[in-house]
């Protein structure tokens, strides 16, 4: 399991990011509208440590979506 | 104003002298979907965007697509910096040899030199931000194919952090489509 920073901590190596709850959580529009395209907003959820960050290419586990290469 | 720093945003590490995987990942230096197209793109777009966080990400990330462009630079040159000369006849790098010598050069994988017709600036900013969408889709189609064609471990290694830079890039222009929506939306009246 990786630790979870705690969001609310002052800004450090582990969390670059101050006060992130700030951020507004909410997803899809309330009115979709057709001949549109919609990307949800992303929820702050966690986020790995800086190190796994780097290698990952991501801070976010929620965007992490790895190459999962075909064996033949 | 741009500040540099003398390091490439993900260590490079070429595992191998490869002048045919040099030869293919050239399209991600000079190709259509590349990181050059990429930077270009994005940084000629921000002048044209309606609000401030859509200048924002545009500028963020076509910073981001050129530290991309020396990192695939690097790749290409530390793939064929210690092929003898001698060795390079008879390879997919000569070609590109002929004219270019062991520089980088921004054409794609088959030769054709790198053109702003590769990307648009509309003046719209929802035209602009679906195109954007769509070159992170193809880019990271592009990183796909170039990480089945790889052997060289340390080269593959780099590319699957490329590839996962496209997907970040498409959800921060999907977020941007939606504020440029709304902005378009408080806007128009007939
Ligand atoms: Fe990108």
């Known amino acids: ?72 | 104003m741009w500040i540099y720093e003398k390091k490439l945003e993900y260590p490079v590490k070429v595992s191998s002298c490869n002048p045919t995987l040099a030869s293919l990942i050239i399209e991600q230096f000079g190709g259509a979907d590349g990181e050059l197209a990429a930077a270009l793109r994005y940084l000629t777009q921000v002048w044209t965007m309606p609000i401030p966080q859509a200048k924002a990400i545009l500028t963020d990330i076509g910073t981001e697509e050129l530290a991309h462009w020396e990192m695939i630079g690097t790749m290409v040159y530390q793939l064929v910096k210690d092929l003898p000369e001698s060795k390079i006849a008879g390879t997919p790098f000569a070609a590109h040899y002929a004219n270019h010598g062991k520089s980088p050069f921004p054409h794609n994988a088959a030769g054709a030199p790198f053109t702003a017709t590769y990307f648009n600036s509309k003046g719209d900013p929802i035209a602009n931000i679906y195109e954007n969408m769509a070159a992170e889709q193809k880019a990271r189609a592009t990183y796909e194919h170039l990480i089945r064609l790889s052997d060289d471990p340390g080269v593959t290694d780099a590319l699957r952090f490329l590839r996962e830079r496209e997907i970040v890039h498409f959800q921060r222009f999907g977020e941007t489509a939606r504020l440029l929506q709304e902005y378009m939306d408080s806007k128009r009246y007939y």
Do not use: C, H, S, W
Not at chain 1, 36 to 50: G, H, M, N
């Open chain 1, 1 to 72: 399991m990786q630790a979870i920073p705690n969001p609310n901590a002052p800004m450090n190596m582990a969390n670059p990011y101050p006060n992130p709850m700030a951020m507004p959580m909410y997803n899809m529009p309330p009115e979709i509208q057709l001949a549109r395209a919609y990307v949800p907003d992303q929820p702050y959820e966690r986020l790995f440590p800086l190190n796994e960050a780097l290698k990952k290419g991501t801070l976010f586990p929620n965007l992490y979506q790895p190459y999962m290469q075909k064996r033949n």
